[in-house]
């Protein structure tokens, strides 16, 4: 079983910043691929970047160049940092896991992302 708490959410307006924070009960090198899920009011869950064990990221379109995703080992962490937001990145983000050898996903309780002036 594997526990994602995330952190760091909140209201920022349009071009500001924030960083968000997953936690993992477990040791991140021992995760297959990490990484960051949003939803917004009346749409589905999309992809907003991934990190997979060997270091090599993904992103959606929507977001190149403005949000990169990292690790850190020692802290079993994984950041989503997030500069020059729009309102249209507001969403819950969700932090995904899926353990080494297997096809379980976990999933955290999400973390709310308001971008409004």
């Known amino acids: 079983q594997v526990q994602l708490v995330e952190s760091g959410g909140g209201l920022v307006q349009p071009g500001g910043s924030l960083r968000l924070s997953c936690a993992a009960s477990?040791?991140?090198?021992?995760?297959?691929?990490m990484g960051w899920y949003r939803q917004a009011p009346g749409k589905e869950r999309e992809l907003v970047a991934t990190?997979?064990?060997?270091?090599?990221?993904n992103y959606a379109d929507s977001v190149k160049g403005r949000f990169t995703i990292s690790t850190d080992n020692a802290k079993n962490t994984v950041y989503l940092q997030m500069i020059s937001l729009k309102p249209e990145d507001t969403a819950v983000y969700y932090c995904?896991?899926?353990?080494?050898?297997?096809?379980?996903?976990?999933w955290g309780q999400g973390t709310q992302v308001i971008v409004s002036s």
């Open positions: 995904h896991a899926r353990p080494r050898g297997t096809f379980l996903d976990y």
């Open positions: 477990v040791t991140t090198p021992g995760m297959n691929v």
């Open positions: 990190i997979t064990r060997t270091g090599s990221t």
